[in-house]
């Protein structure tokens, strides 16, 4: 069964420093997105991504976040100068669909010293 | 504003019982729901999802779920709890014209042997 993969699966970084999540989606998945869990709380929508743009973000994904979508099978979020706040699971996720459900990676575990 | 709620933050059932666990949203516009699971350390798996039609859907792992417009509620299912559903579920709900998905704080489920 296709899955989406994620590396790696912690990182560990001190603040200020740049970061950069990869994540595999499923092939035929046309649409990507960013969500992230800061421990114990719910799981929140950083961005969406499609044709190689972003088609939607949210107010957490300011300046400090960029995505991009390299070759044909990596998609990436870039964290410019991570911050302490940073420090939470992120997970990647594809879909086929923009409304179709989303399969979700098993998560990066960032954190931030 | 939208939002969805999980009232249950914790539930504890024996092997064998049933299940139900909770979800209300909020949304102005037709919403799209979904639930998923979370095993510890592991990411999020779509269990089922409705966008229309029939209010009753089925998903994997033997779980089902209503739609019940009337009662902004999309509660999950199932009849027969076995020991491998301890997990973290999340109810989502998304709309057409959003990429944004929102998810609830998520009901941490236990099971008894």
């Known amino acids: 069964e296709p899955e989406v993969t994620q590396t790696p699966s912690h990182q560990v970084t001190q603040m200020g420093q740049e970061v950069i999540l990869r994540c595999v989606p499923i092939?035929?998945?046309?649409?990507f997105y960013w969500y992230r869990q800061i421990l114990g709380q719910k799981v929140e929508f950083l961005v969406s991504?499609?044709?190689?743009?972003?088609?939607?973000k949210s107010e957490i994904f300011d300046d400090q976040f960029s995505v991009e979508r390299p070759d044909g099978s990596n998609f990436t979020l870039k964290i410019r100068s991570t911050k302490l706040e940073d420090s939470a699971m992120y997970f990647c996720a594809s879909s086929e669909e923009g409304a179709g459900g989303r399969f979700f990676g098993p998560g990066t575990r960032l954190t931030v010293l | 504003a939208q939002s969805v709620t999980q009232p249950d933050i914790h539930i504890t059932v024996s092997e064998g019982a049933s299940l139900e666990l909770r979800c209300n949203y909020s949304y102005g516009a037709t919403p799209y729901l979904f639930w998923y699971v979370q095993s510890p350390g592991q990411g999020l798996q779509l269990l089922l999802k409705y966008f229309s039609g029939d209010t009753l859907v089925q998903g994997i792992k033997g779980f089902e779920a209503e739609f019940k417009r009337s009662q902004s509620s999309f509660n999950l299912r199932k009849p027969s709890v076995h020991w491998s559903d301890a997990a973290e579920y999340f109810c989502?709900?998304?709309?057409?014209?959003?990429?944004?998905?929102?998810f609830g704080t998520g009901t941490r489920l236990k099971v008894l042997a």
């Open positions: 092939s035929n998945h046309l649409y």
């Open positions: 991504f499609y044709n190689n743009e972003i088609s939607e």
């Open positions: 989502a709900v998304g709309a057409s014209g959003t990429y944004k998905y929102i």
